[in-house]
């Protein structure tokens, strides 16, 4: 794909976003690469993915403001929407996926990144959400995924001073789980996604359904789902497997996703 690049590295995905000239920002075109590179991962290869920026200065600077800067309302409408379902399916994707935040990250990189699993940040991450300085909202996310991640009253703050926050910052305000030099951000998110990969996959995969479904109900509901999630795990080969040389005091066979 033109904008969007893929690299399998054993039993983990890399996703670069690939715009560098215009640090990444997302325009029709990157998204709908984005979408066809994210829909062609073989999730029975594959059990973490990572999502990074080309560069060594953004991981996404935002929508493409120069694409937006001539909208109507429609077209405003359907970009919104164009990005928001692309981003939406990169949260409801089956396998985690680790956002390696390494420069950047602005309106709808923010939001990107948010829309993953999880969050690691180079030391010269930057996070903003700098629309209501442009005269628009967020338009992927930033108004429902920040406020479900930071709370609301910070994310309030983000969004309405449209202030910058460095990675330390980041890290105090549940914003992202880790900070490193820049250059040890890619080993230590494929350390981070090599501990999940070694994991029983299905168990992992109903984990990730059970924590983002359950946050959307409330706790009667959310116990619920996960007596049904938890019920697919029992008798499969990979739960047998592990359980069985718990018992026998000894380490599992690598697991197998069945
Ligand atoms: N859209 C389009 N082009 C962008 C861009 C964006 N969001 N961000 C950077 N670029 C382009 C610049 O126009 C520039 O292109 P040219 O070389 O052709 O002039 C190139 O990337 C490099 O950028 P700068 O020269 O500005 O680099 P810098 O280091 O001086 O500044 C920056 C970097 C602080 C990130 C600055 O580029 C900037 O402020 N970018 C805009 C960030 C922003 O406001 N993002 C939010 C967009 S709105 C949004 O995302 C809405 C939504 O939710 C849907």
Redesign the pocket.
């Known amino acids: 794909m033109g904008y969007v690049k893929y690299e399998q590295k054993d039993l983990i995905g890399i996703v670069t976003i690939d715009r560098e000239?215009?640090?990444n920002?997302?325009?029709d075109a990157v998204l709908a690469d984005l979408e066809a590179v994210i829909d062609a991962i073989d999730t029975n290869k594959t059990r973490c993915v990572i999502i990074t920026g080309a560069g060594q200065?953004?991981f996404v600077?935002?929508?493409?403001?120069?694409?937006?800067s001539t909208m109507t309302k429609a077209q405003g409408w359907a970009?919104?929407k164009h990005?928001n379902d692309v981003f939406r399916k990169i949260e409801k994707f089956p396998i985690p996926i680790i956002a390696a935040v390494n420069g950047?990250a602005?309106?709808?990189?923010?939001?990107l990144s948010l829309s993953c699993d999880i969050r690691i940040a180079s030391e010269n991450a930057?996070f903003?959400?700098?629309?209501a300085?442009?005269g628009?909202?967020?338009?992927?996310?930033?108004t429902q995924r920040l406020a479900r991640t930071i709370g609301a009253g910070k994310a309030k703050e983000m969004i309405y001073t449209c202030s910058k926050v460095k990675a330390e910052e980041a890290l105090r305000i549940g914003l992202v789980n880790a900070v490193y030099p820049a250059d040890q951000l890619m080993d230590e998110c494929i350390k981070l996604a090599g501990k999940i990969a070694r994991n029983a996959p299905i168990a992992v995969r109903q984990c990730k359904k059970a924590i983002n479904m359950g946050l959307q109900m409330d706790i009667d509901s959310g116990v619920a789902l996960e007596a049904d999630l938890f019920s697919l795990c029992p008798g499969t080969k990979d739960q047998r497997n592990a359980m069985t040389a718990f018992c026998e005091k000894r380490k599992p066979d690598p697991f197998i996703n069945e």
């Open positions: 000239k215009a640090l920002a997302l325009n200065k953004s600077a935002g929508a493409d403001i120069a694409a937006m970009f919104s990005g950047f602005l309106g709808g990189g923010c939001e930057l903003a959400q700098p629309e300085g442009l628009i909202t967020p338009g992927f996310g930033g």
